[in-house]
């Protein structure tokens, strides 16, 4: 259980370090910065990413808390893809600023659901 728990905790952190590095490069598309298009700025929020999800999956699976099992792991998944796509639109495909610029706002309003979610989970089971 102890494992379990210092995996949950690079889960949470892996987090709040993926949400402040996509509203960093959204700043940096906002405002034009050259740092968006930098080499570590494509590399490093694969690395956390790639951490984030491994240890997500650890989770529902040690957890045995599984998506269209338990209705709060589903609305966190569905709403992972829909900030990957929106974010995806924000950053790199958009074929406009006002299109990146709702994206974004859009992702980051799906981020926030995705922390709701995960904070109060336990007030969710009645689902």
Known sequence: MEYYLVVKKVHM????????????RGYWMLTGGKLLHAKLTKILPHIVDTLLLASAIYLVAASQMYPFVVN???????????????????????????????AFMLSVATMIG??????????????
């Open 72 to 102: 709060w792991v589903t609305a966190k998944v569905v709403l992972l893809v829909a900030y990957i796509v929106l974010g995806t639109i924000a950053l790199k495909g958009g074929k406009s600023k006002k299109t990146r610029v709702a």
């Open 114 to 127: 995705i922390f709701g979610i995960a904070s109060t989970k336990p007030a969710l089971a009645f689902f």
């Open 13 to 24: 952190a892996c987090a709040v370090i993926s949400l402040l590095g996509f509203l960093i």
